[in-house]
């Protein structure tokens, strides 16, 4: 069956089946025993049958119920974790969100499970076509434990557009919103603390229903799940040397390289793999008609700076519209930069101040050098002084809720 889930024997998983000794939920001391007690029997009962029974059995937590387990962050011990091993790899949190939408009718019914692994019949459309699109968001925990979700509406738009360019439907921004603070409060002891990283979020939308010829799947699953990350820079902002890109390119015109579709970043690796191979930190695309413009990073956009102006490649169909990109743009404005959205050429990063990066993981990530054919260019680091740092340390401060958020941007969750 498509739309079934079978158990995933995590730590995580194993953790809530322990709870299951005591079958019947008397002592409930706490709202948040009971989010456990109603998970926890379901799973026993889950656990107890085989793998792979339907999802259904693992009825949906209502919104109340996981807001309501706010309440075990307290008592808990960071999910018993050090936060200051956190890299980027993987890590199992308590829940994922999951909302299927048929040929028929809309998204509807999501609701909270515990985390595991998915079951895909093998003919569904993402597994052979590839129909399927992610987002990526972050959550800040705040020293007062409140939490901040940074532009989360934006990326439910983008969500929308991409699953139109795919052929899919999408859930609206409404439910797309709703989804992300449910799971994020439901994971809420996963969150670091305010220095130590932040939360991760994927929403992921596929075509999970099966397919023999090419076309969209009969069926759709949207899904959160949610990750603990580091700080990206352990050591400080150590700047990244890119090369350029000669041979592949990670967007066509009329292609989807403007939208998050999973099959972008597949056809990514090779030219990652040979850049870091050669000691280089990323790739720097170039258009793929002249090889002579700037696109962006693998999942980073780009900027220069030269004197007060700041420039990024104008989007066309194969960049990606970074919120944080979009961000940077309205931050610098109001700084009295200009800001020119148009065609880079190569050559202009040769004469530039500086450059940088900006995407939802590096948030701002300086560049200390790019290599293009056989010419190398360094920048010099500017300090305090530099305006990337400038632009990097009101963005984060935003996100993180050390400034003020005249912007509107941030979500607040209790
Ligand atoms: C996700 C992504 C970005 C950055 O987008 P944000 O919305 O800022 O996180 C930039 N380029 C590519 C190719 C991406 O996939």
Not at 13 to 41: E, Q
Not at 326 to 339: E, L, M, P, T, Y
Request: hydrophobic share 35%.
């Amino acid at each position: 069956m498509v739309n079934s889930y079978g158990i995933f024997f995590s730590i995580t998983a194993n953790h809530l089946c322990s709870f299951t000794n005591t079958t019947t939920t008397t002592t409930t001391t706490t709202s948040t025993t009971s989010l456990l007690h109603h998970h926890s029997s379901s799973l026993k009962f889950h656990c107890k049958r085989s793998f792979g029974s339907s999802s259904s059995l693992l009825g949906p937590v209502t919104r109340n119920q996981a807001i309501q387990s706010d309440s075990y962050s307290q008592t808990s011990e960071l999910a018993g974790r050090s936060w200051n091993n956190l890299g980027f790899d993987p890590i199992s949190t308590d829940y994922m969100y999951t909302m299927k939408c048929s040929e028929e009718g809309g998204f509807s019914d999501g609701g909270l499970q515990p985390f595991q692994s998915i079951q895909l019949i093998p003919s569904a459309c993402v597994l052979n076509y590839g129909q399927a699109i992610i987002e990526d968001l972050k959550a800040y925990k705040k020293q007062d434990d409140s939490i901040l979700l940074f532009r989360p509406e934006e990326y439910g738009l983008c969500m929308r557009i991409g699953a139109d360019r795919l052929c899919m439907p999408a859930p609206t921004i409404e439910q797309f919103v709703e989804a992300v603070k449910v799971t994020v409060l439901a994971n809420r002891r996963w969150i670091p603390p305010p220095d130590k990283g932040f939360l991760h979020i994927r929403p992921l939308l596929m075509g999970s229903g099966a397919v023999l010829s090419v076309k969209s799947a009969p069926e759709f699953t949207f899904l959160i799940y949610v990750t603990p990350v580091g700080n990206y820079f352990v050591e400080g902002m150590k700047p990244i040397n890119l090369v350029v890109e000669n041979e592949f390119h990670r967007a066509t015109r009329g292609g989807v390289g403007n939208v998050k579709a999973i099959s972008n970043y597949a056809s990514i690796l090779k030219a990652q793999a040979a850049a870091k191979a050669n000691g280089f930190s990323d790739v720097l695309y170039l258009d793929s008609v002249h090889s002579r413009y700037l696109e962006e990073v693998s999942t980073a956009n780009i900027f220069i700076v030269k004197d007060k102006t700041i420039s990024t490649p104008v989007l066309g169909g194969t960049i990606q519209p970074g919120i944080t990109r979009k961000s940077v743009i309205d931050i610098a404005r109001n700084q009295g930069f200009q800001i020119e959205e148009r065609l880079v050429s190569i050559e202009e990063l040769f004469d530039a101040d500086e450059v940088f990066c900006a995407g939802d993981f590096v948030c701002l990530l300086p560049v200390g050098s790019i290599t293009y054919l056989d010419k190398r260019v360094s920048y010099k680091e500017r300090g305090t002084s530099a305006v990337w740092q400038q632009l990097y340390l009101s963005l984060k401060g935003i996100q993180m809720g050390l400034t003020e958020d005249k912007m509107g941007w941030t979500v607040v969750l209790q």
